[in-house]
């Protein structure tokens, strides 16, 4: 069975729809489909995870994991960041793409499996992580970031304390300088700096 973080989507029918989002006064519209995360809505963790970050005009931004672009759109419009999203389901890259080209602002969509396919470097890395792909796996993410932080460069992210934000948080603090911004619902928005 296929599932949003795996690469092809082909055995999961379509059924496009658009979902409406509001970011400050900014409103924007993205087209969705069956076989990407949060399909119907943008999620509360992601909408948490936007409402916190601080990042300015003309810094680069990796969303790392950007399913249909939600993150990465919302940052090259409202901030006006230069951003890459990343993603390794066919289905969202083609997604963001379409939402991307529809919206304001500086974005790329390339295809990568985490951080496969990436050689640069950022002012920040956004990512309301793929918690199912097991904690390894994602412990090697947020340990891979920080060969693709600028000095100085945060990698952002929001984790469920029920999913482990909270034995996420402790790893991370044996490599970054971790601060927890907010706190929203259970969710737990996240700073890691390279020490």
Not at 154 to 160: E, F, G, Q, R
Not at 166 to 185: D, Q
């Amino acid at each position: 069975m296929s599932h949003y973080y795996s690469e092809d989507q082909r055995d999961v029918k379509s059924r496009r729809q658009t979902v409406m989002y509001t970011h400050g006064t900014h409103a924007f519209r993205f087209t969705t489909d069956h076989g990407v995360f949060s399909k119907d809505h943008v999620d509360t963790a992601t909408s948490a995870l936007l409402d916190h970050l601080m990042i300015n005009a003309d810094e680069t931004v990796l969303d790392l994991g950007c399913g249909y672009g939600v993150i990465g759109i919302v940052i090259a419009s409202v901030k006006g960041a230069q951003v890459i999203m990343s993603d390794v389901n066919e289905r969202a890259l083609a997604l963001a793409r379409e939402n991307a080209e529809a919206h304001d602002g500086e974005t790329t969509v390339i295809k990568s499996d985490g951080f496969d396919a990436i050689d640069a470097r950022f002012d920040h890395i956004v990512t309301n992580p793929p918690i199912r792909i097991g904690k390894n796996r994602l412990y090697t993410m947020f340990n891979a970031a920080k060969a693709h932080l600028k000095p100085n460069g945060s990698l952002w992210l929001v984790m469920h304390k029920k999913h482990g934000a909270l034995s996420a948080i402790a790893y991370l603090r044996t490599l970054y300088k971790v601060e927890v911004v907010a706190k929203h619902k259970g969710f737990r928005i996240i700073r890691c700096e390279i020490r």
